[in-house]
């Protein structure tokens, strides 16, 4: 099941370029980073342990590198 918490529209990426992209989900709030801009911080209280997944609303997106890590505080 598809399901959207949160869209930024300010901010657009650049095509034909790489771009850093940085997920960090503590708890229920979820952050996101492009380029080390944060571009999303919203709270979602259904977060659940489980997958992740990316997806582009336009063309085709490609991802390198994808690394996944534990918090530790």
Request: avoid cysteine; charge should be negative.
């Amino acid at each position: 099941m598809d399901m959207k918490i949160a869209e930024n529209t300010s901010v657009k990426a650049s095509e034909d370029v790489w771009h850093y992209l940085k997920l960090v989900v503590n708890g229920q709030n979820i952050k996101v980073y492009l380029d080390g801009k944060k571009i999303i911080d919203v709270q979602d209280p259904d977060v659940f342990p489980g997958g992740i997944g990316f997806a582009r609303a336009e063309d085709t997106a490609f991802y390198d590198n994808v690394r996944v890590e534990t918090l530790i505080e």
